[in-house]
Every structure is written in C-alpha cells, then in structure tokens.
T-cell receptor, first 109, second 113 residues
Framework: AQRVTQPEKLLSVFKGAPVELKCNYS??????LFWYVQYSRQRLQLLLR??SRESIKGFTADLNKGETSFHLKKPFAQEEDSAMYYC???????????FGQGTTLQVKP | KAGVTQTPRYLIKTRGQQVTLSCSPI?????VSWYQQTPGQGLQFLFE???????NKGNFPGRFSGRQFSNSRSEMNVSTLELGDSALYLC????????????FGPGTRLLVL
C-alpha cells in the first residue's frame, strides 16, 4: 500500500537555523512526490515537486529512492516560513494524491 | 486568473440529510480533485475528474459521489450524512491530463449535527 509518513508533528527552530522536514514514503514503483504548504488562514498551495528539481522560497527537496525519503530542507529559516507542511505522493499516472499527516514548522525570532 | 472557488464556504446539516458542494476550477483547467480534511485522518483523496469522467476514486463509501460538467465545474454529493462526515472539503484543479492538484480552493467546512 502507498503511504507517506511525516514523523514530526511539530518542528520548532530559531530564525536563521537550518530546517529539515522529514518525509518517508512507501511505494513499490516510481513515485512522484510533492511538498505542499499551508500558511495561517490561507489555502493549501503546492510548494515544490521532485520532478522539477526546483528551489522555491529557499526550500529544496531531494528524492532518495534508496531511503524512500523526500525531506524538505532550507539552510536558514525565516519567521515567514512558519506554516503547516504536507508531503504527498502520486502513485503511477493518476491524480490521486496521498498526503502525510503534516508537520507544523514554527520559526521563533 | 481567478483562483479555485468553492461554494458554499460553510454548511451545517443534520444527520440523514444530504449535501451538495460545488467547485469551480481555474479557467482552462480540466482536472478537478476532491479531498476531505479532518483532524484525525488528515487529508484524504475522494475523487478526481477530467473532462467529465471520473478517473480515480478514494476509499470512501458510496454515499460520496461526484460529477463534473462540460465547463469543468464539479460537484460532490454526500447522502445520508453521518456525524463523521464533518470535515473541510477541499477541491483542487490543474491543467493537465493527469491531475496534480496544483491549485486548491479555500474549502467548504461541513458540520453535521
């Protein structure tokens, strides 16, 4: 079965510290992975996807098939990064997104 | 472009009733997906539609149904409401054939009493 696990419900860091939000997945094929973000009182939005290999707002994520992970990283956290972050997987050529439970990132001044 | 819109934004129903939620995707987007968000289960996939055809369905009972119209607007219906159906229902749209839920709506918050 496909599954996405975000082991931390809450991650609290100080401004300027590095951030790593963990995401592990379970899928036998080649997954397509995404990170979504939800800022306070805003709608859920796509942050980045692994196939684009892009950096958005300073965040990057690398797919590690050996460790079945897709951790989200940022070298220097900003207070405006405080939000809920969801890792998600699409299995095969479908539109069925499987979400992790989410991690709340709290960046303290 | 206007974003994904969902109506109504809030809804209160009683057990046994039925409800219809509406989603208008971004203009030109043909793929619409629906999700249920609850504190306990998180975000769970309900359905995906493309060009009026249901392409995928999540693990929800038959009380949950949906459809998509020729203008890509989509509706979902929940019949015989149960208390556990209380949730935020999110709609997402994307332009491609294989929907990637790129743009989410604000959601419809349903409370079942």
């Amino acid at each position: 079965a496909q599954r996405v696990t975000q082991p931390e419900k809450l991650l609290s860091v100080f401004k300027g510290a590095p951030v790593e939000l963990k995401c592990n997945y379970s899928y036998s094929g080649s997954p397509e992975l995404f990170w979504y973000v939800q800022y306070s009182r805003q709608r859920l939005q796509l942050l980045l996807r692994h196939i684009s290999r892009e950096s958005i707002k300073g965040f990057t994520a690398d797919l590690n098939k050996g460790e079945t992970s897709f951790h989200l990283k940022k070298p220097f956290a900003q207070e405006e990064d405080s939000a809920m972050y969801y890792c998600a997987l699409i299995a095969g050529n479908t539109g069925k997104l499987i979400f992790g439970q989410g991690t709340t990132l709290q960046v303290k001044p | 472009k206007a974003g994904v819109t969902q109506t109504p934004r809030y809804l209160i129903k009683t057990r046994g009733q039925q409800v219809t939620l509406s989603c208008s995707p971004i203009s030109g987007h043909r793929s619409v997906s629906w999700y249920q968000q609850t504190p306990g289960q998180g975000l769970q996939f309900l359905f995906e539609y493309f060009s009026e055809t249901q392409r995928n369905k999540g693990n929800f009972p038959g009380r949950f149904s949906g459809r998509q119209f020729s203008n890509s607007r989509s509706e979902m219906n929940v019949s015989t409401l149960e208390l556990g159906d209380s949730a935020l229902y999110l709609c997402a749209s994307s332009p491609g054939v294989a929907g990637r839920s790129e743009y989410f709506g604000p959601g419809t918050r349903l409370l079942v009493l």
